[in-house]
């Protein structure tokens, strides 16, 4: 495809009277494109400045949704409430509104007008020696030489900047069996951190969280 800017120099060429084997030469295309560009009316400063000509055909099917109708469906898919709404049910709602086009077309039209999400930012915690903690139950199965495979229940505290891990093995996971678990990671820390966060599920309640916040030792 000759760019615009070779079209141009092809008409200034010409009305410079350069024969159209050394414009062909010069603009690196053949004679007979040189011949099929003047054929064209030369591109105008507006066109220059698009990068393309204003009057250019356009490839494809015509677009079968107005402003309005554009309008409408961008409304759609800013609604908070629409956030996983698929292309095929907007078509759905679309022909219901008289739009008139096919399934590729309506897919084209959601991609360019759906709101891009906003990615939530990745927050670490890791902080001063000694400031930052935290602490969660756990499981995992162990096969045992003499018993066999069995599921084990632990605490474990880890204090983030270091990364030092303290395990304790426990029979559940309620409340004073934290309290318990808590008390000996800080006994194994030296110290206990500033703030401590992490979950519990404590039996019977579901899904019971907790925190913590600890004075740093002077």
Known sequence: MIDLMTRLKV?????????????????????????????????TPPDIVAGERAEANRRGRPPKADAAMVERIRLLLSDENNVN??????????????FEGGRSQMS????????????????????????????DFGECVVDFTATGKQRVQFFGGRLKYSRYMHVVLV???????????????????????????????D?????????????QRR
């Open 11 to 43: 008409h200034h060429m010409t009305e410079g009277s350069v024969p159209q084997a050394t414009i062909a030469e010069r603009c690196g295309i053949s004679q007979r494109s040189v011949e099929r560009v003047l054929t064209e009316p030369p591109p």
């Open 171 to 201: 029979d559940n996971q309620q409340s004073e069996t934290l309290l318990r678990s808590l008390l000996a990671c800080l006994v194994a820390f030296g110290q206990g951190p500033r703030p401590g966060v992490g979950d519990h599920r």
């Open 108 to 135: 084209e039209l959601v991609k360019r007008l759906r709101p891009e999400r906003r990615k939530e930012p990745v927050v670490r915690f890791d902080g001063l020696p000694g400031e930052y903690a935290q602490f």
């Open 203 to 215: 039996r019977p309640a579901e899904n019971r969280r907790w925190s913590i916040v600890l004075e």
């Open 85 to 98: 709404i698929t292309a095929i049910e907007v078509l759905r709602r679309a022909k219901e509104w008289g």
